[in-house]
């Protein structure tokens, strides 16, 4: 019992989880959080009433931004269509047949009425419907329940819903990377548990998070990332336990030359951390040095004051008081000298603090760097996965070494032009076996009863992958060598015939 009960709470919402909410084929991934408005297709709500809930559940919106969970529809409940027409060749669409007007539409809004009986007004006080064929009633229909029927659907994040969520919102973010191009990525490049994954890709984290849904927490994955950090914002959108991100790791394509010719050095520390250190230490020179000049001229001004005093002690007692006044500005003046070391104080702690952070942040970022090379040094990875917007070509030659033989290896560009270069170069330099340059090619279809077609609508392209596999090449010697290696050929004797 205990068992089913940590099953069914997997497919629970939680608090703190990341979700993706669905209307139409609209997606956008939030996170769960309490009394926290989300603005999702111009409308806001809140998701506290969805905690509890079963994934793929489907939400009315009530008023005030309230979730309900939608009622399953009754057959009776159904909007009813009085019938059809048999051809719509005599009805005009001159905006007339409609009875209802918008400031009705928002009455009926604000009286409560729900999207369904909205649209069963539109039906009774439209005077063309019943005259319209059953399929251009139904499209009617579908059209109106788009508008007025305010329902959100909640779904757990997977690596197909995420992609085509990108795919519709922000397609540059991910390089036009379509989902079905995706799993063609995934299946080439033998993604599985306990397996260990190089990973290039500048598509916003979708490609590594796929990769890492694949493996189920099981191996290692190292991102190679360019510039100062990895990017990872789809990664966080899948909503991925502990314990999965402990088989990532990171890896900075800048220092992968370094690590091929053996010098790279994990232990010394950053030098851009030590020049930042130089500079701290020469600001705090500064002023100790302005602190010492001001120190001066306070013993300068002490002693000029010491030399009025005693020249002003002929005066009379009234004059060396002074007016409260004067007092008071000196008591103020005392007041203010006494607050300056406090805030001097402050702005010291603080420097320290940041640059004790400093500190811990370069020694996990150097303890991650020596974690990815130890696995880097052992050349045994057992795939690899490129989507980048850069040119692939140097990157795919540079981490193919890192990689045990007979292992797959997929690269994902937008055009085919540097795939095409690719392909050439692994063709003159060998060590490949079954290279595949591919184009892939999708189309959604209309299925209903006497209405299944294509959809006129589609994607113009998914991209461009190459894929291979590496074999063990035997290196071949130089010709030098070789004619060295081979043995002289044998002078013929040359009888001597006398004349």
Not at 103 to 128: A, C, F, R
Not at 403 to 418: A, G, I, T
């Amino acid at each position: 019992m205990g068992d089913n009960v940590d099953d069914d709470s997997l497919y629970k919402i939680k608090e703190g989880d990341y979700v993706v909410l669905k209307r139409g084929d609209v997606f956008k991934a939030v996170q769960i959080q309490t009394k926290k408005k989300v603005i999702f297709e111009k409308q806001w709500f809140f998701l506290d009433n969805a905690v509890g809930q079963l994934y793929s559940t489907t939400f009315e919106l009530a008023s005030g931004g309230i979730l309900q969970p939608r009622k399953p529809k009754d057959p009776e409940s159904s909007t009813d269509t009085k019938g059809a027409g048999t051809d719509n060749r005599n009805i005009q669409d001159d905006g007339k047949s409609q009875k209802l007007t918008r400031d009705d539409i928002e009455t009926l809004k604000e009286q409560g009425l729900k999207g369904q009986e909205i649209i069963q007004q539109l039906i009774d006080n439209s005077s063309t419907f019943k005259d319209k064929t059953e399929y251009a009633q139904d499209k009617y229909i579908k059209k109106k329940k788009k508008k007025y029927e305010n329902i959100v659907t909640i779904l757990k994040p997977s690596c197909r819903i995420l992609a085509m969520m990108y795919h519709g919102r922000e397609p540059g973010k991910i390089c036009h990377l379509r989902y079905d191009t995706l799993a063609q990525m995934l299946t080439l490049a033998n993604i599985h548990a306990n397996s260990k994954v190089l990973v290039f890709e500048t598509c916003a984290g979708l490609v590594l998070g796929s990769v890492m849904e694949r493996m189920g927490g099981f191996g290692s994955v190292i991102q190679m990332y360019p510039g100062g950090g990895p990017v990872r914002a789809g990664v966080e959108s899948f909503g991925f336990p502990a314990h999965f991100h402990d088989t990532l790791h990171e890896f900075p394509i800048c220092h992968l030359n370094a690590l091929i010719a053996g010098t790279l050095d994990t232990t010394a520390k950053d030098p851009s951390a030590d020049l930042k250190e130089s500079d701290m230490a020469a600001e705090v020179k500064t002023e100790a040095e302005v602190k010492t000049e001001a120190e001066v001229k306070t013993e300068a001004e002490v002693k000029t004051e010491a030399e009025v005093k005693t020249e002003a002690e002929v005066k009379t007692e009234a004059e060396q008081k002074g007016s409260p006044e004067e007092q008071s500005m000196e008591t103020n003046s005392g007041a203010n000298g006494s607050l300056v070391p406090k805030k001097e104080e402050e702005e010291e702690k603080r420097r320290e603090a940041k640059a004790q952070e400093k500190k811990v942040k370069q020694e996990e970022k150097r303890k991650k760097l020596a974690a990815a090379a130890s696995l880097l040094e052992g050349r045994n990875a057992d795939g690899l996965v490129i989507a980048s917007r850069f040119n692939p070509c140097p990157v795919l030659m540079a981490l193919l070494k890192f990689l045990s033989p007979s292992r797959p290896f997929v690269v994902y560009s937008q055009y085919k032009e540097c795939l095409i270069e690719c392909y050439t170069k692994l063709k003159e330099q060998g060590g490949t076996v079954n290279l595949k340059l591919t184009d892939y090619w999708l189309r959604h279809y209309q299925v209903l009863p006497n209405r299944t077609h294509p959809v006129l609508l589609m994607s113009g392209g998914g991209g461009y992958l190459l894929s291979g596999t590496t074999v063990a090449a035997e290196r071949s010697k130089p010709a030098a060598l070789r004619r060295d290696e081979e043995p002289a050929p044998k002078r013929q004797k040359v009888t001597e015939t006398e004349g």
